[in-house]
Structures are given as C-alpha cells and as structure tokens.
C-alpha cells in the first residue's frame, strides 16, 4: 500500500510539474502575442502621425507659396483664392487643427474656424479686424506654446523678409484621443504619449498611472528606437506588471514616443483560473483512487486475515484427526500431512513426508476378495495395501480437491 501511495503522488507531483511548465509557456505565448499585436498598432499609428507631419507642413507652405499672402488684405482675388485653400486645409487636419489665422505687420488681421471643428459640414466663423498693438511677427517657422495652447507658426516672406504670419493653432489631445479611438480598450489595453524629456503629455487611460522606467523610454524615443518593454505600473496604488510598446515619431517639431500598454494580470489570472481547475481535478481525481485502492486493499486484508485463521483452523483440524490425511499438489508432492498418515506410511513424524511424492496405488491380487466382499458400492483405487516390515495393511482412502496455501490440491 505505501508503494502505491508512492507512485500515485509521484504521479500527482509530475502532473503538477507539467502543469506548470505548460501554463508557464502558454503565459509566455501570450506575452509574446500581445507584444507583437502591441508593436503591429503602435507602428501603424506611428506611420500616420509621420505622414501628418510630413505633409502638414508642406500644405500650409503651399498656401503661402500659391498666393502673394502680402496682398492678402488689400487685393480682394488674392483674400478670396487664400481663404478657400485655408479652409481645405483646415477640413484635411481637423483632427488637429482648430483655428488658422493670418497677420501682417501693418496690425491686419483674419481668423478662420468652424462652429463645430469635428465636422465637415460645419458653419465657416471668419474675423477680419485691424488689432490695436501689432503683433509680434515670428521670422521662422516655429512651434510655440502660449496660454495652454500650441499655435504652428510660418512667417510671411516678402523679399526673404518676414512681414506677416500664417498661425494654426492646434490641440494635440484631440488629435492623440481622435486616433487612439479604435484600439482604447480601458482596462485592457490603452495609449498614451511621452515626450523625450519624459513627460507623458496625454493618456487615455481613465485611471490614476505612474509609469516606471520613464526615463528608459525617453532614452530609446531620443535615439529613435521602436520597440517593447515589460515594466512595472501603480495603477490607482495597486503596482502592476504591463506591457509597453513604444513608436518614436516627430510631430510639429516635437520628439514624441507613441505607446501601447496592456496589462499581464489578465492573461496570469486566466492562466491560473484554468490551472486551479485542473490542479483541483487532478487532486480530487487522485484522491478518488487513492480511496479505491484503500477499500481493495482493506477488503483483501480483510480477505486475507480470514483465509488465515480458516486455513490455522484447517491445519489445526487436520493435525487432531484421528485418521491419516494427505493434502499434495497437482505434481504429487506432499505439502502437508498429519502424524496419523505419518505412522500408516512409517514415516517418523510429519514433517518428514513434506515434498515427498505421494505413493501411486498398490493393489494386489487379493483385490478381488475386499471386491467380493465390498460389493460395486465401491471404487477398487479407494483401496490400498500398504506392506508392513511384518505384514501389510489395508486403507480405504477418499479423496477431494482443496485449495491449500492458495494453490488447488
């Protein structure tokens, strides 16, 4: 039985072996899908943060570049062709852009924006007005930060002198919010936008985040790198292991990196939900065998412990006869014998007869006489004549099949 229980919690002890190191490479898969998915996302909204940097500066050149903007407040034609180019740039990055604006250096001044500048069919709002103190004329193109708003500045140039202008005003966070839309998952996966100095400058996350390992991140997105990290979070005072997949992109003239993160609790508590579920399985299952093997095992000791006192009291019985008892197996060899049929065959004692062949029948000429006497009642082999150093003798014996020491006899 302690064998048993050996090898069936060796078992058990391998089953859990293998558990784990199933589970702990599925886990690993898991990261290593969830990474690339991670990396797959952000290189695409990375690629199209590029091309809006690329070609947005261009674009706002080219309205510049397709008009004498110097004439934009004295020639009517020149107001009218400027102002519609104005307003299909300002439809194709509206994501972005919330208001456009052109000034010289004689205090003019127009403003062009959108009631509601999320859409494309909303009311056109333009201002045009001469501004009491002149403003200050910036000589190249430059992205500044004033009162809590970005404004993308391109000056005006007229023989390679700045004399005015053109000003977008542009609100990252709309613009961040607009394209993380589709892949903002909550809790399971959100994004968020971290400068090269370190600062996260947006995140969609509704959650109270401190990120680790800021500073790593901003070494990578200074040299260019694209690429994941597993790092720590304290996610409303809870620290948390995430995954973080970061695009090092440039946008208005700012080094921005683009992350992706997900947490790993998700997949370890699915990993261990499942594996609880099969460790509880196997250990009832194991458990269950175990009880089985103890029932047949008590029910054979059971088994056992009275076959022995049967077979004691057998031997016993055997002993006290007062006839001569034989018990051989199937090749004729004696197992156990009383001293009755010890004196009859004159053998010393008992034991003596043990592994002895027992005596084929010996039946002499005088077996007609017990036959005449005996009638056909009876079977001429159930006679022996056993000759004697003075005479000889004459058994009746009966013969029956027994089981003895768990072998037929």
Do not use: C
Not at 22 to 44: H, M
Not at 75 to 95: A, C, G, P, W
Not at 267 to 294: A, E
Not at 308 to 320: G, Q
């Amino acid at each position: 039985m302690r064998k048993i229980l050996i090898i069936v919690y060796s078992a058990f002890l391998m089953i859990m072996l293998l558990n784990y190191i199933y589970y702990k490479n599925l886990y690993n898969k898991q990261i290593r899908y969830i990474s690339e998915l991670l990396d797959r996302q952000v290189q695409i909204v990375g690629l199209s943060v590029d091309n809006s940097n690329n070609t947005f500066s261009s674009d706002l050149n080219q309205i510049m570049f397709n008009e004498d903007l110097s004439l934009f407040f004295t020639d009517n034609d020149v107001h009218f062709r400027t102002k519609e180019r104005m307003k299909l740039f300002f439809i194709k990055y509206q994501s972005f852009v919330t208001a456009l604006k052109v000034y010289d250096n004689n205090k003019h001044e127009f403003t062009l924006k959108k009631n509601d500048p999320e859409s494309t069919s909303g009311e056109w709002l333009e201002s045009s007005y001469v501004l009491r103190e002149q403003a200050a004329i910036i000589e190249k193109e430059e992205l500044i930060f004033d009162n809590n708003k970005y404004s993308y500045n391109l000056p005006v140039l007229q023989n390679n002198i700045a004399t005015g202008n053109i000003v977008a005003t542009i609100d990252f966070k709309r613009y961040f919010s607009e394209i993380f839309a589709e892949f903002n998952l909550k809790d399971y996966q959100w994004q968020w936008v971290v400068s090269d100095s370190g600062q996260i400058i947006y995140d969609n996350n509704e959650n109270r985040i401190e990120y680790s390992r800021l500073e790593a991140i901003a070494r990578s997105i200074a040299s260019g790198s694209v690429e994941h990290i597993v790092h720590r979070a304290v996610i409303n005072g809870k620290a948390e292991e995430i995954i973080s997949s970061f695009y090092s992109t440039q946008f208005l003239q700012r080094e921005l990196g683009l992350v992706f993160s997900a947490p790993t609790d998700f997949f370890q508590k699915y990993i261990i939900r499942n594996s609880l579920f099969i460790v509880l399985g196997t250990l009832i299952l194991v458990q269950f065998i175990i009880f089985i093997f103890w029932r047949y095992f008590r029910q054979q000791k059971a088994e056992m412990k009275r076959f022995e006192t049967s077979e004691k009291m057998f031997v016993k019985l055997i002993e006290e006869m007062p006839v001569g008892v034989i018990i051989h197996n199937r090749n004729r060899e004696i197992i156990k014998a009383n001293k009755a049929a010890a004196d009859l065959y004159s053998y010393p004692d008992e034991s003596a007869m043990k592994d002895k062949i027992f005596p084929e029948t010996s039946v002499s000429a005088d077996r007609d006489y017990f036959l005449k006497n005996f009638g056909d009642s009876y079977n001429p082999d159930q006679f022996i004549i056993i000759k004697k150093e003075i005479g000889e003798i004459v058994l009746f014996r009966n013969s029956i099949t027994v089981v003895f020491i768990g072998e037929v006899s």
